[in-house]
Nanobody, 121 residues
Framework: QVQLVESGGGLVQAGGSLRLSCAPS????????MGWYRQAPGKQRELVAS???????NYADSVKGRFTISRDNAKNTVYLQMNSLKPEDTAVYYC???????????????WGQGTRVTVSS
């Protein structure tokens, strides 16, 4: 069973930076869109940023100019570079990917287990 594995979360002071990474735990046939979501305590999960297989990106207004999503298709890895972090960025960040395990299977939505980001003031 393929899983998305995230890394890079942690505790950082306001104004600091973190870089999140996410990749499938095993081989896959193809990956379409990839993205990062976050869920803060007591709030709904929200889209942070997404990137298509061709490299087109989309960002939540709250992170534009501070966060950058990128992907390395050769490594099947998506990154989220987070700069100028604010306390309100504190949340569990989840990786998401629309991927196809084999040619014979339809693309499906996969989620990572989440990585916690805490920004102290």
């Amino acid at each position: 069973q393929v899983q998305l594995v995230e890394s890079g979360g942690g505790l950082v002071q306001a104004g600091g930076s973190l870089r999140l990474s996410c990749a499938p735990s095993g081989s896959v046939f193809s990956i379409n869109a990839m993205g990062w979501y976050r869920q803060a305590p007591g709030k709904q999960r929200e889209l942070v940023a997404s990137i298509t297989s061709g490299g087109s990106t989309n960002y939540a207004d709250s992170v534009k100019g501070r966060f950058t999503i990128s992907r390395d298709n050769a490594k099947n890895t998506v990154y989220l570079q987070m700069n100028s972090l604010k306390p309100e960025d504190t949340a569990v960040y989840y990786c998401n990917a629309d991927l196809r395990i084999t040619l014979m299977r339809r693309p499906q939505d996969y989620w990572g287990q989440g990585t916690r980001v805490t920004v102290s003031s």
